[in-house]
C-alpha cells in the first residue's frame, strides 16, 4: 500500500473538511481526514475554526430590513439631503 494512499496533502484535507461540513464528502474522504487530523496541527486548526465558523452562521439571529422599510429610509434621505443642497 502507497503513502500516498492514505496520507493527504494539507490543502486536499481542508478542501475536504469544507466538503464534509456541506454533507458532501464520501466516507473514503472523511477516512482520510480523520488520518490527517490525528497528526497535523494546522488541519486542525483550520477544521476547529470552520466547525466554529459554521456554528456562528448557523445560530446567527439577523435580522434584515423589508424592502418598504428600505424604500422608506432611501426616501427620506434623499429629502434630507436635498434640504442641504
Do not use: P
Not at 477516512?31 to 486548526?45: E, M, P, Y
Not at 465558523?53 to 434621505?77: G, M, P, S
Amino acid at each position: 500500500m502507497k503513502k500516498s494512499f492514505l496520507f493527504i496533502s494539507c490543502e486536499e484535507a481542508k478542501h475536504i473538511c469544507d466538503k464534509s461540513q456541506y454533507g458532501e464528502a464520501t466516507g473514503w474522504e472523511r477516512i482520510k481526514l480523520a488520518i490527517r487530523l490525528s497528526w497535523c496541527r494546522v488541519t486542525r486548526a483550520y477544521s476547529n475554526r470552520n466547525n466554529k465558523l459554521t456554528d456562528v452562521v448557523k445560530n446567527a439571529e439577523i435580522e434584515c430590513l423589508k424592502n418598504d422599510e428600505r424604500k422608506k429610509i432611501k426616501q427620506q434621505f434623499e429629502q434630507e439631503l436635498m434640504k442641504h443642497q
